[in-house]
């Protein structure tokens, strides 16, 4: 009986085990992200829900604890962008669990302005919100990663995942500041990568998820009319998508928690496309 647990322990696959590992998810008050810090908490990590609103925190937090009734999560309020709230929130966490074992860069999304609008052409861009969209998707990726990044360093063991889009590797038209913002993310993604790796012999690694079009707040209007039937551009979208549709947060799961098990541990500074084949289709 002994010698049959003790085989059974020793044979446990721990190559996707996230039990007890301490996770960072900011933009956690979001659609994806959101959805991803429940899906870790139901594996049985511990999870920072990082968002900006103290009330959608704490609807977050509370759909959470719904779930499962010993969910390890704690909410806290900060901006991805001001490194004093990010350094107040690092403390706290290490106060509470000690350690930091992944980060997942899930703030960010388009904005109205560093779009350019139907009829409008690139000269009428609104610069500063051009300005807006790189600060929040490529800043709200770096200065997290500056902050967190170090403890993992330090505990000799980290995950970072950053949040890409289909935007940064093909042209979608209109979207340039967005695009713009995401292709310096899938740069940076690499570059902190080979950094991480050389300094921590590979303890450490940093890839990307690159999400094809989900339906969420911020695209609704664009790719689907009130009746949920698709716009124009809805219905390219889903031409230009092999897998004929668009994705559902859930989706996105399975990469995460591959990025951040030890099935992973020898990846790092790879962008993982999960797009219904999105970038991979000529459209022909
Ligand atoms: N939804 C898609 O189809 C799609 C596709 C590709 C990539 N992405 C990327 O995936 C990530 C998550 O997208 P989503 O659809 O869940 O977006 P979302 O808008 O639902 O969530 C983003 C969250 O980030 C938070 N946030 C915004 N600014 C912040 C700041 N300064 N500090 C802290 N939090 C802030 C928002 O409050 C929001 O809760 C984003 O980086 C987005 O660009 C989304």
Redesign the pocket.
């Known amino acids: 009986m002994l010698h049959a647990l003790v085989g059974e322990l020793v044979m446990k696959n721990t190559l996707f085990d996230l039990a007890d590992r301490v996770y960072v998810v ?10 991803a810090a429940d899906y870790l908490a139901g594996q049985g990590a511990r999870v920072v829900y ?4 103290a009330e ?1 925190v704490d609807a977050a937090l509370a759909k959470c604890r719904a779930q499962t009734a010993d969910a390890q999560c704690l909410g806290i309020v ?5 490194r004093d709230m990010l350094e107040q929130a690092r403390d706290t966490i290490l106060q509470k669990w000690g350690r930091i074992d992944g980060l997942l ?6 904005m109205p302005g560093a779009t350019i609008a139907p009829g409008k052409d690139f000269s009428d861009l609104d610069f500063e919100s051009f300005q807006q969209v790189v600060d ?2 490529l800043h ?2 770096v200065l997290p990663s500056l902050v967190f990044g170090p403890v993992m360093v330090e505990g000799g063991r980290g995950s970072i995942i950053n ?5 940064a590797p093909v042209v979608v038209t209109r979207v340039v500041g ?1 695009s713009a913002a ?1 292709a310096g ?1 899938e740069n940076f993604t690499r570059w902190l990568a080979v950094d991480m790796a050389r300094r921590t012999e590979g303890k450490v690694r940093v890839n990307a ?11 609704r209007r664009l790719l689907t009319n009130e009746d949920g039937s698709l716009t124009e551009r809805g219905q390219l979208v889903v031409n230009q998508t092999p897998f004929g549709r ?2 559902q ?1 859930d989706e996105l799961h399975g990469a995460i928690h591959y990025l951040l098990a030890d099935a992973s541990k020898f990846v790092t500074g790879s962008i993982l496309p999960v797009d219904g084949g999105f970038v991979a289709f000529s459209g022909v």
């Not at 860069?105 to 388009?110: D, R, V």
């Not at 998820?209 to 695209?219: A, D, K, S, T, Y």
Request: aromatic share 10%; net charge positive.
């Open positions: 900011t933009g956690a008050t979001g659609a994806l992200a959101g959805s990082l968002g900006r609103s959608k900060a901006d991805v962008m001001q860069n899930g703030a960010g999304g388009n929040l998707n709200g990726t949040y890409s889009s289909v935007s967005y995401k993310v998820v690159l999400p094809g079009f989900f339906l969420g707040e911020q695209n668009f994705g947060a």
